[in-house]
Structure formats: structure tokens, C-alpha cells
């Protein structure tokens, strides 16, 4: 039987295993490939509206003429758009005598109810002075020009626009922002115009995981 050197077999048993230093290394990247993906999409702004100047001729939805108007459009089943309910519900703390708030939340025709009237729904309709109302096939959010969930709009009492953006600084992200600070400054008469960009999932698209939630 052949037999080592003494010396060459303690230098072999020093030599550390290139296996797991190997393993390791892949981990490392592939986690930091997962957590730069997750950043880029959490970036990642939505379509912007085609805004119209005006509140729309036949926009399908309550103008009220004695105060400002923000409507807001919601996908019921977009992730994105819980923080953009959150954030609406912060402006409503500071800014409920000043707006008259409508939520619009896309209903195709071949969606149950359920469907439509989610946890998010809820939410929106829990916030004092918010009324949702059905969008069917996003009709009223196809006069605003509106195409991506988590959309906000504000009107003057004489129906001129005054933002168009989203209200969340990233994609499901809550917290002080430039949209929650443009709505509030406008609603409060301290600013003349806005725009952000909007932060969610396409408005007539069903996101991945989306479904109807018990």
C-alpha cells in the first residue's frame, strides 16, 4: 500500500474544502441578484394617466362644487395599492373638510362581487369621508385617462385639475412622501400644481397571486 509523506498529508488536511467557499459565494449573489430585482421593482413607477386639464363632461362620478375633489383608482386585488389606501387615510387625518374623496376600484363584467369588494375595498370604505364605487370595466378610469392602480387625481371646486400621481414613495411602501405632501399642501390651498409618478400594478390586469381573498 502506497503511503504519503507525513508532511504532504498534514499539508493535504490544512487545504480548506473549495465545496462550500463555492456554495457560499452562489448564495451571496443570488441573494444579492434577489434583493437589487426586489428594489428595481419596488421602483418601478406604473403607466402615467393622460391627465385631462378638466374634471371630465361625463365622468360617471358626484362632483361636489363646495370643495376639492380627489378620485382615486384602485385594481381590488393589486398588493401595491394597500399603501396607497394607508396613505389616503393619512391625508383624510389632516385634509376631510377639504375633499370630497371617491375611490374608483376596476369590476370586470366576468369577476364575482367578491372579487371587487376585497379586503381593500374595505379598507377604503373604513376611512372616514372615502365613498368607493364599482368602476365596470374601468370605464370612468378610461375618461380619466387613468391606467395604473393607486392613480390619484385633485380638482379645483371649478373642476380644473391640479394633481396626477400616485401618493406612495414605492411599490407597497408607506410613509411621508412627495405625492402625500403635494395633496395635502394642495388641498389646504398652499401650492397651485402637482405631478408623481404612481406606484402599482396595471389597472386592468389581474397581478400575479391576485385572486379573491376569504
Known sequence: MLRLPLFH????????????LLALALWSLAIGAGFRGLVEYELRAGA???????????????????????????????PCSRASVAELAAI???????????????????KPEAWTRSDLWRAAEAIPGVTPVVDRDARIAAR???ATSGQV??????????FAGGITGARGHEGDNRGRQLVIALAQG??????????????????AGGGARP
Not at 363632461?57 to 385594481?75: C, I, K, Y
Not at 375633499?99 to 376600484?105: I, N, P
Open 9 to 20: 498529508r498534514a499539508r493535504s488536511a490544512r487545504l480548506p474544502s473549495v465545496g462550500p
Open 48 to 78: 402615467p394617466a393622460v391627465a385631462p386639464d378638466r374634471w371630465p363632461a361625463q365622468a360617471g362620478l358626484t362632483f361636489d362644487a363646495s370643495r376639492r375633489n380627489l378620485v382615486m383608482f384602485a385594481h381590488p386585488q393589486c
Open 153 to 162: 387625481f385633485l380638482f379645483d371646486r371649478d373642476g380644473q385639475r391640479l
Open 144 to 146: 380619466f385617462g387613468s
Open 92 to 110: 383624510m387625518t389632516r385634509c376631510a373638510a377639504q375633499l370630497h374623496v371617491t375611490v374608483c376600484f376596476f369590476d370586470p363584467d366576468e
Open 190 to 207: 398652499e401650492v397651485c400644481t402637482g405631478t408623481t409618478p404612481v406606484f402599482g400594478c396595471a389597472l386592468q390586469q389581474t397581478p
